[in-house]
Nanobody
Framework: QVQLVESGGGLVQAGGSLRLSCAAS????????MGWHRQAPGKQRELVAD???????NYADSVKDRFTISRDNAKNTVALQMNSLEPEDTAVYYC?????????WGQGTQVTVSS
């Protein structure tokens, strides 16, 4: 019964920064992959960034050089540092993880960037 809980969303001005955090519970085993997805109204959910237990990272082109993903395997947490935020980054951000081939999702946290 793996559960993921996000925190850190909010309202910021363009050019500002925000840090999202996600904590996994219900397992003593580190999730194989953890990451962040986002979905804006009327748009498909897209991958923002992910990171493996070994530290390998992937970023969407739209956020590369602005966002940084990190994780703590011992605590089963993952964070997303978002800098130079743009109005286009406005979306609900979801934490996700993979364990034994199964996908787990958090409830999402709203990020709104004003111009």
């Amino acid at each position: 019964q793996v559960q993921l809980v996000e925190s850190g969303g909010g309202l910021v001005q363009a050019g500002g920064s925000l840090r999202l955090s996600c904590a996994a519970s219900g397992t003593r085993i580190s999730l194989r992959t953890m990451g962040w997805h986002r979905q804006a109204p009327g748009k498909q959910r897209e991958l923002v960034a992910d990171i493996t237990s070994g530290g390998s990272t992937n970023y969407a082109d739209s956020v590369k050089d602005r966002f940084t993903i990190s994780r703590d395997n011992a605590k089963n947490t993952v964070a997303l540092q978002m800098n130079s935020l743009e109005p286009e980054d406005t979306a609900v951000y979801y934490c996700a993880g993979v364990l034994f081939g199964r996908d787990y999702w958090g409830q999402g946290t709203q990020v709104t960037v004003s111009s």
